[in-house]
Nanobody
Framework: QVQLVESGGGLVQAGGSLRLSCAAS????????IGWFRQAPGKEREFVAH????????YYTDSVKGRFTISRDNTKNTMYLQMNSLKPEDTAVYYC?????????????????WGQGTQVTVSS
């Protein structure tokens, strides 16, 4: 079992930045590929970014490329999502997730463990 706890959400003006953190406890965090997803009101959960178990491979949805960066620090059992140049359409609840296997995935059904979510609101 892996427990994931997000932090770092909040209210920010358009063009601003936030860094989300997701602390993992339980089984070895470094054994898992990781991902970030988000869900806006009335919409389905959508993929944002994922990273391989090794940290060498990353992938982003087109709408966040060049603005968001996913990272991990296995010594701290923590994953991050650095969000820059935020836009009102980035407003959503953001979830971190972990999956077995070496590679990340854009399909939320592939993930075994989820955080509780953290609200990000971007004002115009």
């Amino acid at each position: 079992q892996v427990q994931l706890v997000e932090s770092g959400g909040g209210l920010v003006q358009a063009g601003g930045s936030l860094r989300l953190s997701c602390a993992a406890s339980g089984r070895t965090f470094s054994s898992y590929a990781i991902g970030w997803f988000r869900q806006a009101p009335g919409k389905e959960r959508e993929f944002v970014a994922h990273m391989s178990r090794s940290g060498l491979s990353t992938y982003y949805t087109d709408s966040v490329k060049g603005r968001f960066t996913i990272s991990r620090d296995n010594t701290k059992n923590t994953m991050y999502l650095q969000m820059n140049s935020l836009k009102p359409e980035d407003t959503a609840v953001y979830y971190c997730a972990a999956k077995t296997g070496s590679m990340g995935s854009g399909n939320p059904l592939d993930y075994n463990y989820w955080g509780q979510g953290t609200q990000v609101t971007v004002s115009s």
